[in-house]
């Protein structure tokens, strides 16, 4: 999974967040049977925001994520993360960043 920037305005829970995790050798992380949450913080003050289930599509690495009205609702820059919870042991994607999001008024 690559870091990436994305832009949403204050209020939208569309589109959809869809990701592919895959380990630092490029392959998929297998994600069926496993809990995977989105964990979303402010930049400024590292406050999370969201940490919720998100949806596992397939064994590919595939994971998806519903906005809910409350998780868009403040205009601001934003980091995030899927962590996958694998019967105790956890893993981040990305592993060494967060994802950027900029939510405009």
Same mark, same amino acid.
């Not at 496993?34 to 402010?42: H, P, S």
């Not at 996958?84 to 042991?89: I, K």
């Given at each position: 999974m690559g870091i990436y920037k994305s832009v949403m305005q204050r209020g939208d829970t569309r589109p959809v967040l869809s990701a592919q995790l895959v380990n630092q050798d490029g392959t998929p992380y297998? +994600?069926?049977?496993? +809990? /995977?949450?989105?964990?979303?913080? *402010?930049?400024? +003050? *590292?406050?999370?925001?969201v940490n919720a289930a998100a949806t596992v599509v397939d064994n590919e690495g *595939? /994971?998806?994520? &519903?906005?809910q009205p &409350? #998780? +868009? &609702?403040? &205009?601001?820059e934003y980091e995030l993360r899927f962590r /996958?919870? #694998?019967?105790?042991?956890l893993t981040s994607f990305p592993n060494a960043d967060w994802h950027?999001? *900029?939510l405009e008024p």
């Open positions: 297998p +994600t069926l049977g496993k +809990t /995977v949450t989105l964990i979303m913080r *402010r930049v400024t +003050t *590292r406050e999370v925001v *595939r /994971v998806s994520y &519903a906005w &409350a #998780d +868009t &609702a403040v &205009a601001g /996958v919870d #694998d019967g105790g042991a950027s999001l *900029r």
